[in-house]
Every structure is written in C-alpha cells, then in structure tokens.
C-alpha cells in the first residue's frame, strides 16, 4: 500500500490534528487505601494513690456456745485441818481414892486429902513414892496435876511398884521437873530430851493410857507420844518424889476397856459416780483486738500497661487518583498540493 504522503505528494502539508481526547480519570471505586501503620504502644500510666483505708468492719456476731467440758479429775485430798480448840473443863471427877487403895512408902510420906500427896520431909534425891494396890493387866488409866511448878515428881505405871521408890523402877511416867519443864521417862530412860514435850502449870492435867495395845501420853487431853505394848503383867499407879514439900494432887486410877484391834475388813465396793457438776458461766465477751497493720505496698516490676489503641485508618478524603496518560500526539501529515475534494477525503479518513 502507498503511503499517504506518496498519494498526495510532497507539495500538500495538512492541518494539525486534534489534540486527543483527556485519558479517562482513574477509578477510584475499588480502590481502598493501605493499612496505616500501627501506632506506638502508649505511655505506661501513673501509679494511682493509694485509696485511704477502709473503716473498720463491724464486729461480728457471738460464737456459738461451747459443748460443756468433761468431768474434772477428782481434787488432791484436803490437808489436815488444825487441832481443835481445847474443850471447856468437865466436871469434877468423883474422888480418886474411892477406886484404888495407896500405899506410902514410908513416914516421909503423907496423905494431905483423899487425893493429894505431899513429900512431908527427907533429901532431894527420886527416894519416895505412893503407888496404888491394885493393878490390872488389861486397860487402866493415871492421871494427875501439881501443885507447884518448882518441885520434881514421877507419876506413871509401873509393873512391880513396891520393888523400888526410885525413878528407873517406873515403866512410863511423866516428869513434871523443878524447872518447870515436862518430860517422859520409860523404864529409866528419857525420851527425846528434858523439857521435850514443853512446860506446866497447876492446871496442866497429865495423864497415861494403856488400852490393851497401846501407852498413850496425854497433856490437857492431847495425845503426845504412843509407845507400843501389848497386853501382859498387871500395871500399877507408881511414883517417885525428889523435892521435899511437892506435892502431887487431882490423882485418879483404875481400870478402863481396852481396845482389842480386829481384823482387816473387807475393801467396800466402789461408791456410784457422782452427780455431775453444774455448767460454768459463760465468760463475758473479750475487748474488741487492735487493728492489724497495714499491709505492705504491692509490687509493680511485672505490671504491663494496656496496650495503646490502634492508629487510625489512612483517610482518603484527599487522595487524587494519578493523571491519565496523555494521549499520543496526531500524526503531522504534510501532504501535497491537491484539488479540493483530496483534502475533505483525507479529512474523512481521519475522523
């Protein structure tokens, strides 16, 4: 095919083309703007002030009652509870002598009433004595006051009482001494040590009992010492004066029951338990306790902050497509010089 420029010759130069049509602007429609970029994770936030504390909490209610405990163990047993006042004097006996018959030991001896007995005279050695006739084997009794506190006189039981005047010839007596003094005497030999079992007066009653088993001291009625003796020879109302002018008065003598010590008896049965106690009173509600402490401050090394919020998305309120391409320059065709009816084909063919 020839070109254009052979068919209208080199002497024919056209007229510019038109300016091509503006590219079609760019469809936005679909188009959607990338993801903008996560935003910096935020500032970690200030430790918040520690609240005030709490009011304190109502005081809760009263437990429950406990069960009522066991039975205590049974209580140690009481100590001794103290001696006795001593009783009110009894009655006078009936006269001494109307039960036993005395025998002096020599003139130095006399009879002041029915009985009292006086030393009239002689030295100041245990060399005079009134003892009793009569003698028993099983229970018998002695008993005696002084009427001076500063002569020395030995009165007791004695198994054989006309063999000697002297102190060693009575089994068990009392010394009532010149000092005022008490002590005892068996068969010659003092007990404990003189004065041992403390002083006397004119109304200090001594007395010696043999209950078949026993010989038994008594001052004013209070046992103070037993010596162990079991029935056997007869005894005797014995004495022995060592002070001239003392004298023994108030001297009774004669036979009492003696006590025959029988066989064990068989354990009793255990007794039934006893009642059971009454329930303790309820203890009164304790102080309210003090307050705890404060507690310590918690840690915050491990505490992350929250996350900060995501960046926001990429506005396309602005954002202008890119131009489209410009079109392509019309071709510039010169062509030759032609009759008119050439250059409104040409124009034909371009449109």
Not at 112 to 141: A, Q
Not at 215 to 228: N, Q, R
Not at 234 to 247: H, I
């Amino acid at each position: 095919m020839a070109k254009l420029s052979q068919l209208l010759g080199s002497s024919f130069q056209g007229t510019q083309g038109l300016q091509g049509r503006q590219g079609l602007q760019g469809s936005l429609s679909n188009f959607q703007g990338t993801q903008g970029r996560q935003g910096l994770q935020g500032l970690q936030g200030n430790q918040s002030v520690q609240g005030t504390q709490g009011r304190q909490g109502l005081q809760g209610n009263q437990g429950l009652q406990g069960s009522q405990g066991r039975q205590g163990l049974q209580g140690l047993q009481g100590s001794q509870g103290r001696q006795g006042l001593q009783g009110t004097q009894g009655l006078q006996g009936i006269d001494g002598t109307s039960q036993w018959t005395p025998v002096l030991s020599s003139n130095f001896m006399r009879v002041v009433n029915g009985n009292t007995f006086i030393k009239f005279n002689g030295t100041n050695n245990f060399n005079e004595s009134v003892y009793s006739h009569e003698g028993y084997s099983r229970g018998v009794f002695v008993s005696c006051k002084l009427l001076q506190t500063n002569a020395s006189i030995a009165v007791g039981l004695s198994t054989n009482p006309a063999g000697s005047s002297d102190l060693n010839n009575i089994d068990y007596c009392w010394l009532p001494d010149s000092l005022g003094q008490l002590s005892i005497y068996e068969k010659g030999t003092i007990v404990g040590s003189g004065g041992a079992f403390g002083t006397y007066n004119t109304n200090t009653e001594l007395s010696i009992i043999h209950n078949g088993y026993t010989i038994s001291y008594y001052k004013d009625g209070v046992g103070v010492k037993t010596t162990f003796r079991e029935i056997g020879l007869p005894l005797y109302l014995d004495s022995s004066f060592a002070t001239p002018q003392g004298q023994l008065t108030s001297v009774g003598f004669g036979p009492i029951g003696e006590t025959i010590q029988g066989n064990q008896g068989l354990q009793g049965s255990q007794g039934r338990q006893g009642l059971q106690g009454l329930q303790g009173l309820q203890s009164t509600q304790g102080n309210q306790g003090l307050q705890g402490r404060q507690g310590l401050q918690g840690s915050l090394s491990n505490f992350q902050g929250t996350q900060g919020l995501q960046g926001l998305q990429g506005s396309l309120s602005n954002f202008q497509g890119t131009q489209g391409l410009q079109g392509s320059q019309g071709l510039k065709v010169q062509g030759t010089s032609g009759s008119d009816d050439v250059s409104v084909v040409i124009l034909a063919m371009l449109f």
